[in-house]
């Protein structure tokens, strides 16, 4: 979704080869439930969390999307295995990641959503276990065309 259609590949190897991590190499590497797929579900995370669980096996992780502390402790309790705590400002994120990991030591605790090279210091807590931002979006593109356009 968030890299150059046609250099998916490509472009994940070079996040991997500079340091980063690729999350998920395409859809099938993770169950992740966004905030559409917990609507869908009359808002209920533990229902959509207990839902994918029925389906994606024992193998695949399910990550949750969530808004604020009180659905991220629900995605833990339902059996997430991680809790993307996503938009936060940076000292709320590092609370509530504080409070969900005392709660759910097991627990992924990622943050995402508004991180930035220039941010990303700032949610550097000992709670946290992953900061995502894209990589992939965050650079200059040419700007070219292949249009063809007839002699004047």
Same mark, same amino acid.
């Given at each position: !979704?968030?890299?150059?259609?046609?250099? !998916?590949?490509?472009?994940?190897? %070079?996040?991997?080869? /500079? %340091?980063?991590?690729?999350? !998920?190499?395409?859809?099938? /590497?993770?169950?992740? +439930?966004?905030?559409?797929?917990?609507?869908? $579900?009359?808002?209920?995370? !533990?229902?959509?969390?207990?839902?994918?669980?029925?389906?994606? %096996?024992?193998?695949?992780?399910?990550?949750?999307? @969530?808004? $604020? +502390?009180?659905? &991220?402790?629900? &995605?833990?309790?339902?059996?997430?295995?991680?809790?993307? +705590?996503? $938009? =936060?400002?940076?000292?709320?994120? @590092?609370?509530? &990641?504080?409070? +969900?990991?005392?709660?759910?030591?097991?627990?992924?605790?990622?943050?995402? /959503? %508004?991180? *930035?090279?220039?941010?990303?210091?700032?949610?550097? @807590?000992?709670? #946290?276990?992953?900061? #995502?931002? *894209?990589?992939?979006? $965050?650079?200059? @593109?040419?700007? =070219?065309?292949?249009?063809?356009?007839?002699?004047?």
């Amino acid at each position: !979704r968030k890299l150059t259609p046609g250099f !998916r590949v490509v472009e994940k190897f %070079g996040m991997v080869v /500079g %340091g980063a991590d690729a999350h !998920r190499m395409d859809l099938s /590497g993770m169950a992740m +439930l966004k905030d559409n797929h917990i609507w869908s $579900n009359h808002g209920s995370v !533990r229902e959509s969390v207990l839902k994918a669980k029925k389906v994606t %096996g024992f193998s695949l992780k399910i990550d949750v999307e @969530c808004q $604020n +502390l009180e659905e &991220a402790l629900e &995605a833990a309790e339902a059996g997430a295995d991680v809790v993307m +705590l996503d $938009n =936060f400002e940076p000292a709320k994120f @590092c609370a509530d &990641a504080e409070q +969900l990991k005392k709660a759910f030591p097991h627990v992924l605790v990622e943050g995402s /959503g %508004g991180l *930035s090279e220039e941010t990303i210091a700032q949610y550097m @807590c000992p709670y #946290s276990d992953v900061l #995502s931002l *894209s990589l992939a979006q $965050n650079y200059t @593109c040419v700007d =070219f065309s292949l249009k063809i356009q007839k002699p004047a």
